[in-house]
Nanobody, 115 residues
Framework: QVQLVESGGGLVQPGGSLRLSCAASGIIFNFYVMNWYRQAPGKERELVATITSGNTLNYADSVKGRFTISRDNAKNTVSLQMNSLKPEDTAVYYC?????????WGQGTQVTVSS
């Protein structure tokens, strides 16, 4: 059974930092591209950051320079370090694992940026 379990969300003030983590089980982790998506109320889900098994990185323009994605293939985890958070970063953040004809999602973790 495939599981992606996110943790690390919460309430933070503007300018603050949070670190999200996603623990994967039931998959051969290093075969998968790992993504973080987010979905704000009333908006479509958007891709935030991607890391391939070879550690190629890609970021949405809105988070470049502020967010950093990383993975630990030995621990089957992917993380998203979020710095200089803005109110517009408020959303539910989802971990996603993609491979050929495979696509798995976590349950999401809420991030709220507010003073």
């Amino acid at each position: 059974q495939v599981q992606l379990v996110e943790s690390g969300g919460g309430l933070v003030q503007p300018g603050g930092s949070l670190r999200l983590s996603c623990a994967a089980s039931g998959i051969i982790f290093n075969f998968y591209v790992m993504n973080w998506y987010r979905q704000a109320p009333g908006k479509e889900r958007e891709l935030v950051a991607t890391i391939t098994s070879g550690n190629t990185l890609n970021y949405a323009d809105s988070v470049k320079g502020r967010f950093t994605i990383s993975r630990d293939n030995a621990k089957n985890t992917v993380s998203l370090q979020m710095n200089s958070l803005k109110p517009e970063d408020t959303a539910v953040y989802y971990c996603n694992a993609q491979a050929v004809s495979k696509n798995y999602w976590g349950q999401g973790t809420q991030v709220t940026v507010s003073s």
